[in-house]
């Protein structure tokens, strides 16, 4: 299954259905089930902007199943729809008017236990077996 490796405290917030998007400079044709691995670096203000959340913050694991259901351009409409969603998770994208990419939505998220494995860049494949 394909497998996309974000950073923390990102993942974890896709996971906890928190965040719908993942952003990225790069735009893709797949749609399909893929899974969230969180990846070891980990976003320092971000973490210190969500601890108030009370999350735990894994590293090095698949932690989540989702859908990965559309990509969209960034553009100035999705940022003010966002900045009404949640600001507290979108603001810095809000912020950055300067960023141009794309946002990769994610649906029917589902946490798994979380499988220890190394990440790496782009989409990458794991073997995941739904029990």
Known sequence: MKVITIKQPFATLIAEGLKRYEFRTWKTKYRGDILIHAGKSVDKKAMKKFASLGLSYPTGCILAK???????????????????????????????????????????????EPIY???????????????
Do not use: T
Not at 77 to 105: A, H, K, M, P, T
Not at 119 to 127: N, T, V
């Open 66 to 112: 989702a859908h990965l259901s559309d990509c969209v351009l960034v553009d100035n409409q999705l940022r003010r729809d966002l900045e009404q969603e949640n600001r507290l998770v979108y603001s810095g994208l809000i912020e950055d008017l300067d960023w141009s990419g794309y946002g990769f939505l994610m649906d029917n998220v589902c946490k798994i």
């Open 117 to 131: 494995v190394n990440g790496a860049l782009s989409f990458w494949e794991y073997p995941y077996d739904e029990k």
